[in-house]
């Protein structure tokens, strides 16, 4: 039985197309999630605590004992931190959160540059640890 070639070369075209599709799908769709954890900035003693009910801890220091609380939410690859002292906005990237830009800071709100939290700062998502233990 012989095949024609064009054959062949639909169902190779299609095969290539289902898996590029199949890469966009499962690939690149994590990359832009978060997980409920600890995230630590590797250069200060700094954690981000996210829950599985929307709510966050985030310690700016853990020697200095500053924190702050409220919700979060995430839409679009930007994780929103919502707390008394303002609103804080991370991108979201392959486990890792990395801070945006302060918004909407009051004038009586957390300046995160003055606990070295500056736009760029990375915190790497952690394992073993919890609230508990780091407060």
Known sequence: MKVKKSFVFYLVI????????????????????????????????SYITLRADKTFHFILHI????????????????????????DYEFYIKNN?????????????????SNWGIDPGSEFVKTEGYFDEDIE
């Open 14 to 45: 299609f095969f290539c197309i289902c898996g590029i599709g199949l890469v966009f799908i499962f690939g690149f769709k994590g990359n832009n999630k978060i997980q409920e954890g600890i995230y630590k900035m590797e250069s200060l003693e």
């Open 63 to 86: 020697a200095a004992g500053h924190s702050l609380y409220g919700d979060y939410s995430v839409k679009n690859g930007i994780l929103t931190l919502y707390s008394q002292s303002g």
């Open 96 to 112: 890792k959160i990395i801070f945006k830009e302060e918004n909407n800071l009051s004038d009586w709100g957390t300046d995160l």
